[in-house]
């Protein structure tokens, strides 16, 4: 399967849709284009799709035109993942059973910045919330391109807890080669949160 080709398509005219296995192959392809070669394969994924289903309810999404994917957001409904040493819970405004984890987003490159990313954000905020979570955590890719990643989420409302060097150095080890790193990446996450209202 060829890169996607995002070019005809404007972000008025893509939907918000839950993630659904028809889905997989192209979100897969999505995200290894975005964020690098072995960030994600369809086994992987369809663990984590599970981990946002709670109460019938699926907090991730696809941005669809033409029933080609141009982007996604993967998101983990609270009391569904598991905090590890990357995550700051002395500080979270919220207990750790109430918690829900923004795990992995992307939009094709050649759409970025037309609001794609905060439409899936909100659909999977809303979703969550109706889990019942009171808030989402995520990790930011500090080095995205511009800090995107960052501002796209502070603009949502994220607030920044703790800045977590080498966040992503181990993946390196098991295959994973970052878009912008030589060899093993360096590359540090913002953990931020967003307290659903």
Known sequence: MSKLSSANFSATA????PLT???FDQVTL?????HGAGYMDNE??????QQ??????NASFVALAAQQVLGYRLSFAAGQWQPDEWCSCERW???VSTMAYFKSVAVSPKLQGQGIGQRLLQQSSLALKQQGARAGLAHLWRESPHNSAVRYFSKA?????????NRWQALS???YACPVCEGICCCSAAEMVIVFK
Request: proline residues 5%; negative net charge.
């Open 14 to 17: 893509v939907d918000i849709l």
């Open 21 to 23: 296995i028809k889905h």
């Open 30 to 34: 999505l995200a290894n284009e975005v």
């Open 44 to 49: 992987k994924l369809a663990v984590m799709q």
């Open 52 to 57: 946002g289903v709670c109460q019938g309810l």
């Open 93 to 95: 405004p919220v207990p």
């Open 157 to 165: 409302g994220g607030e920044l807890l703790k800045i977590h060097e």
């Open 173 to 175: 080890y098991q295959g």
